[in-house]
């Protein structure tokens, strides 16, 4: 595995790639590698021909009282584990690299969906969008894999390559989870053990609200309830949010709370095709809704 800190020797290296005929798979990252970041390398590796990880910690998408500072950063463990997963490249750019200067250029994205992350953390999905436009314009032409975990960044994603014709195939990836429930994530290394231990209560509210509508619920409201009870179990978490949207085809349950200093996030999809045909609704649902 080549470990690359300049933009040029990036572009250059996945050009070359491209040129000797072969595809590319980009895996953009924070670092602190997990399980969930190496699934996506994983997946990357079986569908492209040369992988590249990258790693940076953006600053854009933190607001000043996060944890920009604090981030877990193991540049050597990280290595070590992106090339064990198979990934051809990593990109490790300095801050002063991927913004020499304050930019004068950023991307900002519409509002998708109401409340959630963009309520939560205002600024965070444009700094978001500004640094994946940045390493796609980079990259060039590839695919690059997303995790289902930051839903909304992963929408982000997808709108970004259409509205500005971005030459990337985004793919989804599902949630690595812990074997109780906890999705894997960098700031799960911040939890105490005590807050480890009351950490899947996030998990089990998405699961209760999945229970909920495959039993016939039809109120989002109601779903939301029923999982903001069951964080409110643990009385140690301060919830963001816990909300059920329903979709097309699938509804999508969201839950943010922080745990200590700790924010966590996690979402499932509920596929309307789980629901029994038949269920019988637990409420009647108001007319006009
Ligand atoms: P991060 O380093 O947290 O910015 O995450 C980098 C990529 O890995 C993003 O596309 C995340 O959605 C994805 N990711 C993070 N945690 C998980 C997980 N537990 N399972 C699958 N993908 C994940």
Known sequence: MEVVETVDRFRRALDGERCSGRTVGLVPTMGALHDGHVS??????????????????????????????????????????????????????????????????????????????????????????????????????CRAYFGEKD????????????????PVEVIACPTVRAPDGLALSSRNAYLTDAERR?????????????????????????????????????????????????GDGEWRLFVAARLGTTRLIDTIAVPLGAVPLGAVPLRAVPVGR
């Open 40 to 141: 996506l390398v994983r997946r990357a590796v079986q569908e492209c021909d040369a992988v590249a990880t990258t790693i940076f910690v953006n600053p854009l998408q933190f607001a000043p009282h996060e944890d920009l500072d604090r981030y877990p950063r193991d540049l050597e463990g990280d290595g070590s584990i992106a090339e064990a997963a198979g990934s051809e490249y990593l990109f490790v750019p300095s801050q002063r690299e991927m913004y020499p200067r304050e930019p004068l250029a950023r991307v900002t994205v519409a509002v998708m969906e109401d409340g959630l992350e963009a309520a939560s953390r205002p600024g965070h999905l444009d700094g978001v969008a500004t640094v994946v436009t940045k390493l796609f314009a980079i990259a060039g032409p």
């Open 151 to 166: 839903h909304e960044q992963l929408e982000v994603v997808r709108g970004l390559v259409v509205d500005l014709s971005l």
């Open 198 to 246: 009351a950490a899947p209560v996030l998990f089990r509210a998405l699961s209760a609200g999945k229970v909920c509508i495959e039993a016939g619920e039809l109120d989002p409201s109601a779903v939301s309830g029923v999982m903001r009870d069951v964080v409110a179990t643990e009385p140690s978490f301060r919830l963001d949010y816990a909300e059920a949207r329903p």
